[in-house]
């Protein structure tokens, strides 16, 4: 299979279903684990669907296709446009929403955050956070624990983009932080649509943006005037001291902070949830984590980590808007549709996963599974900036969980999957029990 500028310039569009775009846009936002197997067996793996606001988009599951659209050319994929879903929420600045030089810009000006000297920074922290809330555990009696592992990831990420995480404006913050991301995937329509905002749950989720932006806007405003600004080296106080011509307004402030605290805790505790949730099912690989956790294998827990991402993926596809005609595979797909890389259907690929449906860490343990055939933060050049830090801060908690604590089940049957705005969580909150070892 090939992908690039079409030679044809009429191709067929890809085949897909005919339904109404309301109802594929319900059925995808609501049903999607139940959905992409079907859409697969009878379209294959180029399927073109109808989505809100979207309208034009094409789904992905041939790994080879994946491959070359993530190589492709920033300017003919464009990722910020392909997560324009996401604009009421984070902002048109935000590094997720932007493209090209603006992109480049946002992303240079974060990296410092999440590189090598700066992850070891947080090795204690991170520890110190997570010994925290597990001395708080309640044991013996079950409790949802993607609840707890989504308190102790907004900890950290509070941590590091502001440097402390207590105040009254944090602690306001924090709880208003979990009023915005408890949406469903029917929200979105309210996310877009002045109309819809003007009533019952949209109102109330503008209204709890509006205070979320209200208390960025006071924090920064807060830190401009800090006398020790220039020494501290927190996120926030990094991007208020950039030189020169690569300042911020405060609007782009506002923009990248949200989505650092957004997207960099609601994907971890998630993975996390679902690796207790897989470990409490499986006591062999459990105890097996348990060896890991005391003597300190780390790739191990790692590889946990990564399983929990392959088998339950956060985040069901990607997206990238076209800028021009592409040929994908024998169609042609015209500038302006969206494609999606569906990390879903790759991941449960029996040719690249051998045995799908089986949690089993050890896949990722030697050569591991095939070159990108695991993307849970996205390839190319848009890979996720906190993918390390996400992956250090779940080998972290592993660790320290698995030296106290065996885990067990109150239901050992699989959990169904539920949408949370663009992420699929635990349906039941991942219960499990804990015990003292």
């Given amino acids: 299979m090939a992908l690039r500028t079409p030679i044809r310039a009429h191709s067929a569009l890809p085949p897909g279903p005919r339904l109404p775009m309301a109802v594929q846009t319900v059925l995808f936002g609501a049903f999607r684990n139940a959905l992409l197997p079907r859409l ?4 294959g ?5 109808r989505l809100f606001p979207e309208r034009s988009v094409v789904l992905i599951g041939d790994l080879d296709l994946v491959r070359e659209i993530f190589a492709g050319p920033v300017e003919t994929f464009h990722a910020g446009e392909g997560n324009m879903v996401l604009k009421p929420m984070l902002g048109e600045h935000s590094v997720l929403l932007t493209d090209e030089e603006e992109h480049r810009r946002a ?4 990296m410092p955050a999440f590189n090598g000297p700066a992850m070891r920074g947080y090795r204690d922290m991170v520890t110190e956070l997570t010994v925290a809330e597990l001395d708080r555990w309640p044991e013996g009696r079950p409790f949802r624990a993607h609840d707890r592992m989504r308190a102790l990831t907004l900890e950290v990420i509070l941590r590091v983009v502001f440097g402390v995480s207590d105040g009254a404006r944090l602690t306001e913050l924090r709880a ?8 469903s995937a029917l929200d979105l329509f309210g996310w877009h649509s002045p109309a819809f905002q003007k009533f019952g749950p949209w109102r109330r989720n503008r209204e709890r943006q509006e ?9 920064i405003a807060e830190r401009r005037a800090a006398p020790d600004l220039a020494e501290r080296t927190d996120v926030l106080s990094r991007l208020l001291t950039v030189p020169g011509d690569e300042q911020l307004s405060d609007i782009e402030l506002r923009d990248q902070l949200i989505t650092l605290l957004l997207a960099g805790h609601e994907t971890t505790a998630t993975a996390l949830a679902w690796a207790l949730h ?11 984590t348990t060896r890991a956790a005391d003597e300190g294998d780390e790739k191990y ?17 990607v997206s990238r808007k076209l800028t021009k005609d592409v040929q994908v595979g024998r169609y042609t797909v015209p500038a302006g549709y969206m494609v999606l890389p569906s990390i879903s259907m790759i991941h449960a690929s029996a040719e690249h996963h051998p045995s799908p449906e089986v949690f089993d860490p050890a896949r990722f343990l030697g050569g591991g599974p095939p070159s990108g055939s695991w993307f849970p933060f996205g390839g190319g050049a848009r890979r996720c900036l906190g993918a390390g830090f996400s992956l250090l801060e779940a080998t972290i908690v592993l660790r320290e969980l698995f030296r106290r604590y065996r885990v067990s089940t109150p239901h050992p049957r699989p959990e169904r999957t539920k949408t949370r705005h663009i992420t699929l969580v635990p349906g039941d909150g991942a219960r499990i029990a804990v015990h003292r070892r």
């Fill in 211 to 219: 205070r979320v932006d209200q208390l960025l806007y006071a924090e």
């Fill in 107 to 110: 992303r240079k000006l974060l």
């Fill in 301 to 317: 827990l790692e590889a946990v980590a990564k399983e929990a991402m392959r088998l339950r993926p956060i985040i069901s596809e």
């Fill in 278 to 288: 897989e470990l409490a099912r499986d006591p062999a690989t459990a105890a097996e």
């Fill in 40 to 43: 697969q067996r009878h379209y």
């Fill in 45 to 49: 793996d180029v399927v073109r669907l």
């Fill in 176 to 183: 208003a932080l979990e009023r915005v991301v408890d949406v």
